[in-house]
DNA sequence: CTGAAAGCGCTTACAG
DNA sequence: CTGAAAGCGCTTACAG
């Protein structure tokens, strides 16, 4: 073809807005570069940071991502995940409420996938240890020498947050102290940290400090107390968990365990690239990141973050 | 075919966990049941309650999201929309760094989109009104009897931040108030708030009142306040734009400008979804959505939340 | 009512 | 080096 002759088709491809069918091309090349990414929710501060940083690790790699938020039960999780098939190369699943058999149910075979806290034998999994920052947080609070150290759970079904009150009670038990009153269930939602403390509050429980298995909740606690006149940390200690980027801004900063998020999504986002590359599965043994103890003020130990 | 080798087909195909090839379904039946959503950025609780506003509008009409965030530049951008094509059965592009014509050369033609706060002819447009709610929210500051009223504002590129800007200044100039140094270049981050206060600081420029063009640059001003031992409201009232869920937790509960994204998410899926069903475009004419002053105790007034 | 064919829009490997 | 054909995995309309 001519050089003038191109130019021409160039140019009319241009007027049409002549774009390629993406589709159609992952239908014969069976590459999408997109990875699907299922979530439980999309609400929240956590979540968010984590669908940026898998954002930012696709990208760096050339990928999009598919998004699936809130699967309230069973069906929806099943539905989501038959949804990704044929358009994305690989899934980062997260499902933290028991249903490893959902999953094996419906994980595409052969789609290389990571699965976030859950194992199914077959698929890579990514673990955070939860249970070590919660030992690591009440050994803190235990320090400093509270004894009355109240604990809001993320909830019963859920696997983190049992990992979590595992974690606490260890380390209480550990110390010699009681628990008794001073553990109530939550749902990881703000609301819920106001309403244990309101509880507590109304309960009458006398407490030194309260450790929320995560920072939405502590924030929701935060108000709470402070609407009852209490001061954080001088009356009550406070402490959360994640680490979300806020709670540096809080008065007083919140003291928390960092979750890596970033470092999760580049490892996930890394090694699925591999698998999808490479044609293989990955191992289903998972790799555990370790969290962070990070001091700030809220619970009285006046340090600022590492 | 019988009944019993219908049952042994199923068995077969869940054994074999079968689960057709979505790709391939709407190569032919141009029927994707996503949703592309292109934003500027992933980061923070703005675009985060944006997602996941959208999320929920799209799955209540049974539709995935197809998300690309971070476009820099422009090239971003333009590959971006192309990777959506033949992906998506409509597009809602939020892109407030003025590129109309990137926008206008890389939209597949004929395919369902909503812009926001953007227009290209032959696409539908949302917008916000970001003016009103930064007019209201001076005037708000004027009543209560502020005059040394500082703006941040969210950066010269930035359509939304200039539009908020001008609502400023419109109302400083008709309250005859001057604006001398009390105006200050922000990136709509919570660092560049924590910058802008440390800058009048040093510059030993007293305020009465910071307005923020976003709550992310109020969080981080607010904690600059903070430090340099300043009160909110007492020394400083504070008012931010957005009204994001977690102004109300903190300390002050800020007053802010409330954006509807539910009903910004809800018309935008509605619409797209709509027209996806019946082949059509959408009108290009802006729908305005107005915002809502929100007066919470960080400028002094006292009131709670309406 | 069942089964084979055509076609969605691409890319890749092959024949001319 | 160019151009036509085959095929990715589905669904839909048609012939048997």
């Known amino acids: 073809v001519g050089e003038s002759t191109r130019a021409r088709i160039e140019q009319v491809s241009r007027e049409l807005r002549y774009v390629p069918n993406r589709a159609a091309r992952s239908l014969n090349t069976s590459r999408t570069h997109t990875i699907g990414v ?5 609400y929240g501060a956590f979540f968010s940071e984590l669908l940026c940083g898998l954002d930012q690790a696709a990208r ?19 539905a989501a995940l038959q949804a990704m098939n044929g358009r994305v190369d690989a ?11 959902v999953l094996e149910a419906n994980l595409p075979a052969h789609l290389p996938a990571i699965l976030v806290g859950a194992e199914v034998p077959g698929f890579g999994a990514l673990a955070v240890d939860h249970r070590g920052g919660a030992e690591a947080m009440t050994r803190h609070l235990v320090a400093l020498g509270h004894r009355r150290i109240a604990h809001v ?17 260890t380390v209480m038990r550990e110390a010699g102290l009681s628990m ?19 509880g507590f509050l109304d309960a009458g429980t006398g407490l030194d400090a309260l450790f929320a298995a995560n920072d939405a909740m502590a924030l929701g606690a935060l108000g709470a107390l402070r609407e009852a006149g209490l001061r954080v940390p001088d009356d009550v200690a406070l402490a ?14 919140l003291t928390s365990v960092h979750v890596p998020l970033d470092q999760l999504s580049r490892l996930a986002v890394e090694r699925l690239v591999a698998a999808t590359e490479a044609g293989t599965q990955l191992e289903s043994t998972p790799a555990v990141l370790s969290t962070t103890l990070v001091v700030r003020a809220s619970c009285g130990a006046g340090g600022s973050a590492p």
Request: hydrophobic share 40%.
């Open 180 to 198: 008794d009153g001073l553990v109530v269930e939550g749902d990881f939602t703000e609301r819920s940290g106001d309403a244990a403390v309101r």
């Open 38 to 42: 299922v979530l439980p929710d999309l």
């Open 240 to 253: 959360g968990f994640d680490d979300i980027l806020l709670g540096r801004y809080l008065a007083p900063p």
């Open 60 to 78: 760096s790699h050339h990928h999009q991502l598919l998004v699936a938020g809130s699967h309230g039960g069973s069906e929806d999780l099943a």
């Open 91 to 101: 899934l980062v699943v997260m499902s933290p409420v028991a249903a490893a058999d």
């Open 153 to 169: 759970t993320g909830g019963a079904t859920n696997r983190d947050a049992a990992d979590r009150l595992a974690g606490y009670r």
